[in-house]
């Protein structure tokens, strides 16, 4: 009988703790780079791990299973998104526009992500009179975040 009291208290447990037992899968993990997060106090060379495209795991060290992506980042910075406050970013094909709705401007997909900006703040490429038009071209379809500040001038720069 304390066999079978012991085998259903084991198979209880195993239950509750199921989760614990099974390794976490992450998609990639960058390791040795100095990771610097001012809101969670971090300023350390650690490994993050990465699952559905967010952050997971900040540790020491932690260790890759099969078919993870992982990065060497050792000698290299780990960092929240950077903000880039001066962008030009109201792109388009008007010609002689200089930065607004014009081909001198950039689209902010085009140089933020792999310089680590995930953030930029157009500076005044556009006016309240083209706004429309600048949310709808480019802010709306761009994978960076894109404030602006409104150019005093109607239709901006």
Request: aromatic content about 0%.
């Given at each position: 009988m304390t066999s079978l009291k012991t085998f259903i208290l084991i198979s209880i447990?195993?239950?509750f703790c199921n989760?614990?037992?099974i390794a976490q899968e992450y998609s990639i993990i960058i390791k040795g780079g100095h990771v610097i997060d001012p809101k969670n106090n971090i300023d350390n060379t650690?490994?993050?791990a990465i699952q559905d495209n967010k952050i997971a795991l900040i540790a020491n060290t932690i260790d890759a299973g099969k078919g993870v992506l992982v990065i060497d980042a050792t000698g290299y910075y780990v960092v929240p998104g950077l903000i880039d406050l001066h962008s030009h970013n109201f792109y388009g094909t008007q010609p002689d526009r200089f930065l607004n709705n014009s081909f001198d401007?950039?689209?902010?997909?085009g140089f933020t992500f792999r310089s680590g900006v995930t953030t930029t703040v157009d500076a005044g490429s556009s006016g309240w009179k083209n706004f429309n038009a600048f949310k709808e071209q480019t802010i709306a379809?761009?994978?960076t975040r894109v404030f602006c500040f409104l150019n005093i001038v109607g239709e901006g720069m």
């Open positions: 447990t195993l239950c989760d614990s037992l650690m490994d993050l401007a950039l689209p902010p997909d379809h761009s994978k």
